[in-house]
Each structure stands twice: as structure tokens, then as C-alpha cells.
């Protein structure tokens, strides 16, 4: 079964603090594998998208990384803000169109 | 417009009623996709459109869910007959980038 599973499931973190989100794929050969912003009561909003020859991406205080042998993906996030407070969302695009997988997300509180 | 706009933003509705949810892409884009989120989990894939044709609706999970498209703009997706496992949050994205509106929480009372 394809499935993308994120860790932790949760996280608190103090203002200024770096942290690390976890993401592991099934789906391979895939088109693409993203990470998404989620904010309580909005819809999710790209933050990094990965082709399958791409190691890192970055994108402002977001870096994300992919490791293709062990379909591993991380999100670091640098010098949290408390605007970083949200669900990150794995998602394995596996290459049809309509065919994202997403994970359940981790919920990040970036605390002052 | 400028981004994916879904309405309402919260829909309350008693079991057995049937709802209907909008959305409206970004102008332009062909692709559109309908996800529902219930608490909790992940996204779930329900249908996809290309212009005003969906070929794939496999997410669909029964008969009583259905979706529209009209113009290659405009979407709706309608619930039938709606049941308490159908409350969660329905999603609309477009183009393919998957640029996603903020939602529609429904919740069956």
C-alpha cells in the first residue's frame, strides 16, 4: 500500500530554536515529493517541491532534503517563528495526475 | 481570481440533507481537484478534472458523492443523503502545482 509516514506527530519548540520534521515514502519512482504548510482553518500551501534528482531545496528559513535510496525526506526549519506554528504535510506525487499521497502531518507549536 | 476560492467556509447540515460545495479555480487552470480531510488524517484524494471532464473519480467513496465542472472553470461537488461520517474539511486544488483553496468545513448533526 502506498504511504507516506511522518514524525513526529507532534512537536513544541521555543521561539529562535532550529527543528527537524521526518518523512518516509513508499511510492518509487515518483514525480515529485513536497512538503506543505498547513495553517488551522486554511488550506495547505507549497513550500518545497522535489523532482527524484534533487537532494535539498530551500526555500527562506525552510530547507528540505530527500534521500531517494531510503525514501526518506526531512524539513528543517531554521529560527522558528511563532508564525511556524502549523501542520507540515509530506506528500509523495507519484506521478498520475490526482495521485498525491499525503501524510498525516506534524503539528509544530513554536511556543515564545 | 487570485487564488482558489471555496464556499462556504462552513456548512452545518442535518442527516439525511444534501449540500453542496463550491469551488472556484484559478483562471486558467485546467486541472482541478477535490481532497476531503477529516480530523486527524491526511488528505484524501476524491476526483480530478481535466477542463470539464473527470478522469478520475476513484476516490469517490459511494454513490452518494458527485462533482461538476462547468465552463473548465467552476466546480461543485454534491453530497446526497449526507451521513455524520461524511463531516471533515473539503479541499479544492487547481492547476499543477496544487494550489489549494482553504476549505469547506462541513459538519452532519
Known amino acids: 500500500k502506498n504511504q507516506v509516514e511522518q514524525s513526529p506527530q507532534s512537536l513544541i519548540i521555543l521561539e529562535g530554536k532550529n527543528c527537524t520534521l521526518q518523512c518516509n515514502y513508499t511510492v518509487s519512482p515518483f514525480s515529485n515529493l513536497r512538503w506543505y504548510k498547513q495553517d488551522t482553518g486554511r488550506g495547505p500551501v507549497s513550500l518545497t517541491i522535489?523532482?527524484?534528482?534533487?537532494n535539498t531545496k530551500s526555500n527562506g528559513r525552510y530547507t528540505a532534503t530527500l534521500d531517494a535510496d531510503t525514501k526518506q525526506s526531512s524539513l528543517h526549519i531554521t529560527a522558528s517563528q511563532l508564525s511556524d506554528s502549523a501542520s507540515y504535510i509530506c506528500?509523495?506525487?507519484?506521478?498520475?495526475?490526482?495521485?498525491?499521497?499525503f501524510g498525516k502531518g506534524t503539528k509544530l507549536s513554536v511556543k515564545p | 481570481g487570485a487564488g482558489v476560492s471555496q464556499s462556504p467556509s462552513n456548512k452545518v447540515t442535518e442527516k439525511g440533507k444534501d449540500v453542496e460545495l463550491r469551488c472556484d479555480p484559478i483562471s486558467g487552470h485546467t486541472a482541478l481537484y477535490w481532497y476531503r480531510q477529516r480530523l486527524g488524517q491526511g488528505l484524501e484524494f476524491l476526483i480530478y478534472?481535466?477542463?470539464?471532464?473527470?478522469?478520475?473519480k476513484s476516490g469517490l467513496p459511494s454513490d452518494r458523492f458527485s462533482a461538476e465542472r462547468t465552463g473548465e472553470s467552476v466546480s461543485t461537488l454534491t453530497i446526497q443523503r449526507t451521513q455524520q461520517e461524511d463531516s471533515a474539511v473539503y479541499l479544492c486544488a487547481s492547476g499543477s502545482y496544487y494550489t489549494f483553496g482553504s476549505g469547506t468545513r462541513l459538519t452532519v448533526v
Open positions: 506528500v509523495d506525487h507519484g506521478g498520475s495526475q490526482g495521485n498525491l499521497i
Open positions: 478534472f481535466q477542463g470539464n471532464s473527470a478522469p478520475d
Open positions: 522535489m523532482t527524484f534528482s534533487e
